[in-house]
């Protein structure tokens, strides 16, 4: 498993491959993100829904905004090395987080938080 460098962060880094800003608003559906460094950073306002977040490193969703995850898998993400928080879901101090029928298993972080 491939060891991060990602340092804990208040905002997502640029290499995020989705990203909501302060105040923000989007929805997004059946789409796949997998295998990468973190899949989504959201400060804005977020709805994922019939997606797959999957075997990313370094977290698979940073979340200090409003997110709302509907139908979705968040599976084998992991945040391993400096700033292990958050294998699955990271929330940051101003997270409001909704989960509606979805699954969240089988990920990994090295100090808290493997799932959310």
Known sequence: ??????????RPKRNHRIQRRFGATAAISRVTITGGEPA????????????????NH?????????????????SGNSYIGNGGLGGGIQCGQYANLSIVGST????SAT?????I
């Open 1 to 10: 498993m491939a060891r991060c460098q990602c340092a804990y962060h208040r």
């Open 40 to 55: 989504i950073g959201n400060l804005g306002s977020l709805t994922l829904s019939k997606s797959t977040i999957s075997n």
């Open 58 to 74: 370094c977290g698979g969703i940073y979340e200090d905004g409003d997110l709302s995850i509907v139908d979705s898998t968040i």
């Open 104 to 107: 969240i298993t089988g990920n």
């Open 111 to 115: 100090y808290v938080g493997g799932g």
